[in-house]
T-cell receptor, first 117, second 114 residues
């Protein structure tokens, strides 16, 4: 149980285009989902927290107009990187909290490698 | 602010030897602590957590962790390391009560030498 998927697993796009990454909880309802960014050999940096049906809460320094997050249902959240630039190249990981169990741990997706050329 | 620290960058251990990955925490109130493991180009996998109760917590893949309040530590341990345990290990602490946001340590690369 507690499986989180991400799609795509990797994507290459040209500078100036937009890319959408999907995060799905497959066997539980995720009242809260989180989006992280990870640079090589570094820790995870929390970008934003999203609750189903409401606007995402962004961490300080994260541009909300650049990183659009939508959490339209209890099993799906999307991250759209708008007008991507090479500096946006990174490993993006989502996680979800199982609202049904009330557990405190987060379950992570496998990550999406974004390369902007 | 709630935070965790992982003082070592890399832990090298021979296969079959005990493995310890260190984590110390700084929180106000009771800490909710977690360990995750990450394999190359993958997301994080949950290993174990401490919320309350016994100080020794048992988790997945033979790992356990000991919560030590006096030393503010939550070290991850495995009695006998396997080559397949080579990965990046993250300690984390809950930093908000409403949505259970986590703060992660910098991570420790564990290398198990055959």
């Amino acid at each position: 149980g507690a499986v989180v998927s991400q799609h795509p697993s990797w994507v290459i796009c040209k500078s100036g285009t937009s890319v959408k990454i999907e995060c799905r909880s497959l066997d539980f309802q995720a009242t809260t989902m989180f989006w992280y960014r990870q640079f090589p050999k570094q820790s995870l940096m929390l970008m934003a927290t999203s609750n189903e049906g409401s606007k995402a809460t962004y961490e300080q320094g994260v541009e909300k107009d650049k990183f659009l997050i939508n959490h339209a249902s209890l099993t799906l959240s999307t991250l759209t990187v708008t007008s991507a630039h090479p500096e946006d190249s990174s490993f993006y990981i989502c996680s979800a909290r199982d609202g049904g169990t009330g557990g405190y741990e987060q379950y992570f997706g496998p990550g999406t490698r974004l390369t902007v050329t | 602010a709630q935070s965790v620290a992982q003082p070592e960058d890399q832990v090298n251990v021979a296969e079959g030897n005990p493995l310890t990955v260190k984590c110390t925490y700084s929180v106000s109130g009771n800490p909710y602590l977690f360990w995750y493991v990450q394999y190359p180009n993958r997301g994080l996998q949950f290993l174990l957590k401490y919320i309350t109760g016994d100080n020794l917590v048992k988790g997945s893949y033979g790992f356990e962790a000991e919560f030590n309040k006096s030393q503010t530590s939550f070290h991850l341990k495995k009695p006998s390391a396997l080559v397949s345990d080579s990965a990046l290990y993250f300690c984390a602490v809950r930093v908000s009560y409403g949505n259970n946001r986590l703060a992660f340590g910098k991570g420790n690369q564990v290398v198990v030498i055959p």
